[in-house]
Structures are given as C-alpha cells and as structure tokens.
C-alpha cells in the first residue's frame, strides 16, 4: 500500500498506536536512504555515503547505500537488520517531519504497518503527547536541524566545485555486468588543491571530517559485496570509475 503521511493530530489520531518494530523489516525494499551530516561519522562505518541529484530539481541529496539492485536491502538478512547502524530516516518510520503552513509539523503514514491496535500510545489519556511520541518529536527534531546543516553542506561543496561523478561497473559472480551511473562523491583532487584559507573554512565548519567521512565509506562497497553473496544475483567486485579529468587512477573494490 502506498504511503499518506498525513498531519499528526491529537484529536483525529488520540487512540492510535505503533507498534514499535526494532528489526526494521519494513525497510528491506530501501536500497538508497536519506542520511543527514550528524550521522556521517557512524554511517560511514557500515555503509557507502554517497550523493545524488533530483533530475527534476537540480538539488543534490546525501544517501546512504543500503544495496545494488533497485528495491534490494542488503542489511536486512532473515527478515532482521544486520548492520550495527541504522540512518535515522529509517529510525523515524512512520513518522516524519514537513513543512505545515509556516512551521515544521509532525506527520504520520496513516497507512504503514506499524500502526496496529497493540503498541505504543501516541497521547496519553488527557490528549497530550506519551513519552514515546516525545521521544520521536526530539528525533524528528535532530533530522530537520541536521538536514538544514547538511543542505549548507552540499551549498559549500558545489561553491567550491568538489562535486564528480563516479560509475559504478558491478561484476557479478555469474561473470554478467553492470554500470551503475549517477552516484556522486568529493573529488579528492579538487580537495587536495583547495588553498589553505579554503581548507581551513572547511574546517571549521566542521564540513571536512563530513567529506572524510564520505570518501572513507566508499570502502564500504566491500561490504555490500560480501553481503551479496547469499542473495539471487551474488556480485564478485564493485569497480569505482571516477569521471573527473582530474583524477588519474581509478580505485577498486572487492
């Protein structure tokens, strides 16, 4: 069923539950999920951070790369999720936080799964929010301040053109293969020639241990390989072309 977030409201949603599902079955058809600068340093360690840009809009977004085939989490083995992290955009299900007139609201997927009669209470018996519902408003929070510092991330990388196209070339275990096109990271070239005042505003706005971050987790293509193995389509090595003049020699991954 698709979803219909829809604004959280305490008289219309009074006697509604979640029930609260830690294995995150619900997310094993996300192969791509939002990640926001606060969680860089954590994602990073378990998954590829990459960038992608809207055809339709022009903007960039910042995503952590949960598999290789479109609708295929490779986290999620025998219905549980594997890694030792998980993107907060994940966390929040069903919840989510968007624009509502001129403020940011609190909105609910009325048709998601996870309401169910037998949960957690989103309002207590005097209509005011539960601890849990606190407890996802505080998250919501933390996503929407982190997704504004992230945006002034991805402003100050286009400003100093760091942005390059990398082709993933996927080599199957069957010997078939495939290109995989439109993922985005930081050109260390263009980083190693950024001059010293540059380097350093980076630093301080603590955008570069971001980009770090970023170009670190590539290795975590490895672990998407290896996670492979027992699917339908195992993948014998990630192959990473970068499409920028500037950057000579091409790193692979297996």
């Known amino acids: ?3 219909n977030y829809i604004p959280l409201d305490k008289e219309k949603h009074r006697a509604l539950k979640v029930n609260v599902r830690h294995n995150f079955e619900f997310a094993k058809d996300t192969h791509l999920s939002a990640v926001t600068l606060r969680e860089f340093a954590q994602v990073a360690t378990c998954m590829p951070i990459a960038l ?3 055809p339709a809009t022009g903007n960039h977004h910042v995503i952590a790369m949960l598999g290789i085939e479109d609708k295929q989490n490779l986290f999620m083995i025998d219905g549980k999720w594997s890694g030792h992290a998980v993107p907060l955009n994940i966390q929040r299900f069903p919840f989510d936080v968007r624009p509502d007139g001129d403020t940011l609201g609190v909105f609910i997927d ?3 799964d ?9 309002f207590n018996d005097d209509g005011e929010p539960s601890d849990f519902l606190k407890n996802r408003q505080q998250l919501l929070g933390d996503i929407a301040n ?16 760091l942005l390059e196209e990398v082709n993933l070339m996927v080599h199957y275990a069957d010997g078939k293969q495939r290109n995989v096109t439109g993922i985005i990271t930081v050109s260390e070239a263009r980083l190693n020639a950024l001059s010293d005042e540059q380097t350093l505003d980076l630093k301080k706005s603590g955008f570069l241990g ?18 492979s193995a027992k699917t339908e389509s195992p993948v014998r090595a990630i192959q990473l072309h970068f499409n920028n003049a500037d950057k000579a020699d091409n790193a692979e991954k297996q």
């Open 210 to 227: 971001a980009i770090y971050a970023m170009l670190l987790s590539l290795g975590q293509m490895n672990r998407l390989v290896q996670l």
């Open 110 to 112: 009325e048709n998601s």
């Open 146 to 161: 982190s997704e504004i510092a992230t945006q002034k991330f991805i402003k100050k990388l286009n400003e100093l053109a």
């Open 52 to 54: 992608i840009k809207d």
């Open 1 to 3: 069923m698709a979803t």
């Open 114 to 122: 996870l309401i169910s009669d037998n949960g957690e209470s989103l």
